[in-house]
Protein backbone atom coordinates (compact mmCIF):
# COMPACT_ATOMS: atom_id res chain seq x y z
CA UNK A 1 0.00 0.00 0.00
CA UNK A 2 1.44 3.83 -0.64
CA UNK A 3 1.92 5.50 2.09
CA UNK A 4 3.60 8.88 2.81
CA UNK A 5 4.53 9.88 6.43
CA UNK A 6 5.90 13.13 7.80
CA UNK A 7 7.39 14.51 10.80
CA UNK A 8 7.07 15.76 13.14
CA UNK A 9 3.34 16.36 12.99
CA UNK A 10 3.59 19.88 14.62
CA UNK A 11 6.54 22.54 15.18
CA UNK A 12 6.47 25.84 17.08
CA UNK A 13 9.38 27.76 16.34
CA UNK A 14 10.82 31.28 16.64
CA UNK A 15 10.59 34.26 13.66
CA UNK A 16 14.07 34.38 12.22
CA UNK A 17 14.76 30.80 12.78
CA UNK A 18 15.19 27.50 9.94
CA UNK A 19 13.37 24.20 10.31
CA UNK A 20 13.33 21.27 9.03
CA UNK A 21 10.45 19.45 8.10
CA UNK A 22 10.67 15.55 7.33
CA UNK A 23 8.58 13.09 4.80
CA UNK A 24 9.35 9.28 4.30
CA UNK A 25 7.29 7.32 1.92
CA UNK A 26 6.89 3.54 0.15
CA UNK A 27 5.21 4.78 -2.69
CA UNK A 28 5.50 2.91 -6.20
CA UNK A 29 6.49 3.51 -9.15
CA UNK A 30 8.03 6.73 -8.05
CA UNK A 31 7.01 9.53 -10.33
CA UNK A 32 7.65 12.52 -8.49
CA UNK A 33 7.54 14.42 -5.16
CA UNK A 34 5.95 17.57 -4.34
CA UNK A 35 5.75 19.95 -1.06
CA UNK A 36 2.71 22.16 -0.77
CA UNK A 37 1.95 24.71 1.97
CA UNK A 38 -1.63 25.03 3.39
CA UNK A 39 -3.25 28.09 5.01
CA UNK A 40 -5.97 27.66 7.22
CA UNK A 41 -8.88 28.12 5.48
CA UNK A 42 -7.31 27.63 2.05
CA UNK A 43 -6.65 24.63 -0.61
CA UNK A 44 -2.93 23.40 -0.75
CA UNK A 45 -0.49 25.43 -2.70
CA UNK A 46 2.31 24.13 -4.54
CA UNK A 47 5.86 24.65 -3.09
CA UNK A 48 8.10 22.55 -4.71
CA UNK A 49 8.16 19.05 -6.91
CA UNK A 50 11.08 16.87 -7.30
CA UNK A 51 11.42 14.10 -10.30
CA UNK A 52 13.42 10.87 -9.49
CA UNK A 53 16.79 12.69 -10.93
CA UNK A 54 16.71 15.85 -8.70
CA UNK A 55 17.77 15.41 -5.41
CA UNK A 56 17.22 19.60 -4.13
CA UNK A 57 15.15 22.32 -5.69
CA UNK A 58 14.35 26.02 -4.08
CA UNK A 59 11.72 28.41 -3.92
CA UNK A 60 12.37 31.82 -2.32
CA UNK A 61 13.39 29.91 1.63
CA UNK A 62 11.65 27.01 1.11
CA UNK A 63 14.61 24.10 -0.51
CA UNK A 64 13.16 20.74 -0.39
CA UNK A 65 15.53 17.48 -0.83
CA UNK A 66 15.29 13.95 -2.07
CA UNK A 67 16.73 10.92 -1.58
CA UNK A 68 14.69 8.37 -3.55
CA UNK A 69 17.31 5.46 -2.75
CA UNK A 70 16.10 5.86 1.21
CA UNK A 71 12.71 7.13 0.07
CA UNK A 72 13.27 10.26 1.92
CA UNK A 73 12.51 13.95 1.33
CA UNK A 74 12.63 17.18 3.54
CA UNK A 75 11.95 21.10 3.32
CA UNK A 76 13.94 23.24 4.83
CA UNK A 77 12.97 26.90 6.04
CA UNK A 78 14.89 29.69 6.40
CA UNK A 79 14.60 32.78 8.35
CA UNK A 80 10.99 31.58 9.17
CA UNK A 81 8.28 34.31 9.29
CA UNK A 82 5.41 34.65 10.64
CA UNK A 83 3.33 34.34 7.08
CA UNK A 84 5.10 30.66 7.20
CA UNK A 85 2.70 29.53 9.97
CA UNK A 86 0.23 26.90 7.97
CA UNK A 87 0.36 23.15 6.90
CA UNK A 88 3.51 21.86 5.02
CA UNK A 89 2.26 18.44 3.05
CA UNK A 90 4.05 16.33 1.17
CA UNK A 91 3.03 14.58 -2.08
CA UNK A 92 4.35 11.41 -3.96
CA UNK A 93 2.23 10.81 -7.02
CA UNK A 94 2.89 7.42 -8.87
CA UNK A 95 2.91 6.34 -12.56
CA UNK A 96 -0.30 4.54 -13.55
CA UNK A 97 -1.23 2.65 -16.35
CA UNK A 98 -2.40 4.99 -19.44
CA UNK A 99 0.22 7.34 -18.74
CA UNK A 100 -1.64 9.21 -15.97
CA UNK A 101 -0.41 9.24 -12.32
CA UNK A 102 -1.86 9.38 -8.32
CA UNK A 103 -1.20 10.98 -5.58
CA UNK A 104 -0.60 10.18 -1.93
CA UNK A 105 -0.84 12.74 0.30
CA UNK A 106 0.56 13.01 3.98
CA UNK A 107 -1.48 14.05 6.59
CA UNK A 108 1.13 17.37 6.87
CA UNK A 109 3.35 19.30 9.60
CA UNK A 110 1.33 21.92 11.18
CA UNK A 111 4.26 24.47 11.72
CA UNK A 112 3.77 27.82 13.90
CA UNK A 113 5.99 30.63 13.86
CA UNK A 114 6.20 32.77 16.81
CA UNK A 115 7.28 36.40 17.98
CA UNK B 1 -7.00 30.57 -5.90
CA UNK B 2 -6.87 31.64 -10.07
CA UNK B 3 -8.32 30.05 -12.63
CA UNK B 4 -10.19 27.77 -10.58
CA UNK B 5 -13.63 28.32 -7.80
CA UNK B 6 -15.32 26.30 -5.79
CA UNK B 7 -18.76 26.80 -4.52
CA UNK B 8 -20.28 27.17 -2.31
CA UNK B 9 -17.81 27.40 0.48
CA UNK B 10 -19.42 26.73 3.40
CA UNK B 11 -23.24 24.17 3.74
CA UNK B 12 -24.96 22.67 6.67
CA UNK B 13 -27.36 20.23 5.01
CA UNK B 14 -29.64 17.44 7.21
CA UNK B 15 -28.79 13.99 7.10
CA UNK B 16 -30.49 12.15 3.88
CA UNK B 17 -31.19 15.35 1.92
CA UNK B 18 -28.80 15.20 -1.75
CA UNK B 19 -26.10 18.22 -1.81
CA UNK B 20 -24.34 18.92 -5.05
CA UNK B 21 -20.68 20.94 -5.06
CA UNK B 22 -19.32 22.60 -7.65
CA UNK B 23 -16.01 23.20 -9.57
CA UNK B 24 -15.16 25.90 -11.91
CA UNK B 25 -11.97 26.37 -13.98
CA UNK B 26 -11.05 28.72 -16.23
CA UNK B 27 -8.19 27.08 -18.22
CA UNK B 28 -9.31 24.35 -20.16
CA UNK B 29 -7.36 21.63 -18.47
CA UNK B 30 -8.23 17.88 -19.15
CA UNK B 31 -8.42 16.60 -15.99
CA UNK B 32 -9.81 17.64 -13.15
CA UNK B 33 -10.24 15.76 -9.39
CA UNK B 34 -12.32 15.89 -5.93
CA UNK B 35 -10.87 15.41 -2.53
CA UNK B 36 -11.50 15.17 0.38
CA UNK B 37 -9.51 16.07 3.62
CA UNK B 38 -10.34 15.00 6.97
CA UNK B 39 -7.90 15.38 10.69
CA UNK B 40 -5.91 12.88 10.88
CA UNK B 41 -5.85 11.53 7.41
CA UNK B 42 -3.99 13.43 3.79
CA UNK B 43 -6.26 14.63 1.15
CA UNK B 44 -7.87 11.10 -0.79
CA UNK B 45 -9.96 11.26 -3.97
CA UNK B 46 -13.33 10.62 -4.41
CA UNK B 47 -13.67 10.57 -8.49
CA UNK B 48 -11.48 12.39 -10.84
CA UNK B 49 -12.31 13.52 -14.80
CA UNK B 50 -9.97 13.17 -17.95
CA UNK B 51 -12.70 14.34 -20.44
CA UNK B 52 -16.39 15.54 -20.73
CA UNK B 53 -18.32 12.50 -19.64
CA UNK B 54 -15.22 10.64 -18.83
CA UNK B 55 -14.90 10.19 -15.29
CA UNK B 56 -13.60 7.45 -12.44
CA UNK B 57 -13.75 6.55 -9.17
CA UNK B 58 -11.16 7.51 -6.53
CA UNK B 59 -10.21 5.37 -2.87
CA UNK B 60 -13.11 6.85 -1.22
CA UNK B 61 -15.65 7.23 -4.26
CA UNK B 62 -18.88 4.87 -2.06
CA UNK B 63 -21.96 7.60 -1.87
CA UNK B 64 -20.60 10.36 -4.46
CA UNK B 65 -21.18 10.73 -7.82
CA UNK B 66 -19.75 13.21 -10.56
CA UNK B 67 -20.99 14.93 -13.72
CA UNK B 68 -18.67 16.77 -16.10
CA UNK B 69 -20.73 17.73 -19.28
CA UNK B 70 -18.29 21.25 -19.48
CA UNK B 71 -14.69 20.81 -19.86
CA UNK B 72 -14.84 23.87 -16.98
CA UNK B 73 -17.88 22.61 -14.77
CA UNK B 74 -17.20 19.52 -12.56
CA UNK B 75 -20.22 18.43 -10.31
CA UNK B 76 -19.77 16.66 -7.08
CA UNK B 77 -22.95 15.11 -6.12
CA UNK B 78 -23.42 13.36 -2.07
CA UNK B 79 -26.69 11.70 -3.16
CA UNK B 80 -27.95 11.63 0.66
CA UNK B 81 -25.78 12.54 2.84
CA UNK B 82 -24.32 11.40 6.07
CA UNK B 83 -22.92 12.51 9.33
CA UNK B 84 -19.70 10.60 7.85
CA UNK B 85 -19.18 12.78 4.83
CA UNK B 86 -18.86 15.99 7.16
CA UNK B 87 -15.77 17.23 5.65
CA UNK B 88 -13.89 19.74 3.74
CA UNK B 89 -13.93 18.80 -0.17
CA UNK B 90 -11.42 20.04 -2.36
CA UNK B 91 -11.72 20.26 -6.29
CA UNK B 92 -8.17 20.65 -8.46
CA UNK B 93 -7.31 20.85 -11.72
CA UNK B 94 -4.49 19.23 -13.41
CA UNK B 95 -1.87 20.62 -16.03
CA UNK B 96 -1.31 18.06 -18.82
CA UNK B 97 1.88 20.15 -19.60
CA UNK B 98 3.75 19.67 -16.34
CA UNK B 99 1.84 18.05 -14.16
CA UNK B 100 1.39 20.80 -11.58
CA UNK B 101 -1.94 20.59 -9.19
CA UNK B 102 -4.21 23.68 -8.55
CA UNK B 103 -6.60 23.42 -5.68
CA UNK B 104 -9.65 25.25 -4.95
CA UNK B 105 -10.32 27.14 -1.59
CA UNK B 106 -12.42 24.55 -0.53
CA UNK B 107 -15.98 23.91 0.27
CA UNK B 108 -16.54 23.41 4.07
CA UNK B 109 -19.45 20.71 4.29
CA UNK B 110 -21.30 19.61 7.84
CA UNK B 111 -24.18 17.08 7.72
CA UNK B 112 -26.09 17.17 10.83
Known amino acids: KNQVEQSPQSLIILEGKNCTLQCNYTVSPFSNLRWYKQDTGRGPVSLTI?????NTKSNGRYTATLDADTKQSSLHITASQLSDSASYIC??????????????FGTGTQLKVEL | DAGITQSPRHKVTETGTPVTLRCHQT?????MYWYRQDPGHGLRLIHY???????DKGEVSDGYSVSRSKTEDFLLTLESATSSQTSVYFC???????????FGSGTRLTVV
Open chain 2, 27 to 31: ENHRY
Open chain 2, 49 to 55: SYGVKDT
Open chain 2, 92 to 102: AIMDSYNYGYT
Open chain 1, 91 to 104: VVSARITGGGNKLT
Open chain 1, 50 to 54: MTFSE
